[in-house]
């Protein structure tokens, strides 16, 4: 035989923190690509929200962003965006706690 059976078992105890590892890190893209998304969209939405008027007109579209009707899509990207960054941190700190917890049980392991 190759293997024993304590070494089987970790090999295959790797491979599926390995496995889980991937698809943390999958996640993690694929929150930040949809945060990066709803950003751009909060920004092409303002931008085209905006009309630059000429230098020398007194009017000013920037005060009365917020007191618009429109301002609730604005309001819901903001907390959206505000969200997704939390999940995304809390999932950072939660893959760290773990990695530092393999790190514990792989040096119980060896010892």
Do not use: P, W
Not at 33 to 52: D, E, K, M, P
Not at 89 to 94: E, G, N, P, Q, R
């Amino acid at each position: 035989m190759k293997y024993d059976l304590d070494e089987s078992v970790m090999i295959v105890e790797n491979r599926i923190q390995n496995r889980k590892i991937r698809k943390l890190r999958r996640s993690i893209v694929s929150l930040s690509a949809l945060c990066a998304a709803l950003i751009g969209l909060a920004v092409f939405s303002l931008y085209s929200f905006i009309s630059f008027s000429e230098v020398g007109s007194s009017h000013s579209v920037y005060g009365t962003l917020m007191i618009s009707d429109e301002a609730g899509g604005y309001v819901l990207v903001g907390v959206v965006s505000f969200f997704v960054a939390v999940a995304v941190t809390l999932l950072c700190i939660y893959i760290k706690k773990r990695k530092e917890s393999e790190k514990v049980r792989n040096a119980s392991k060896t010892e």
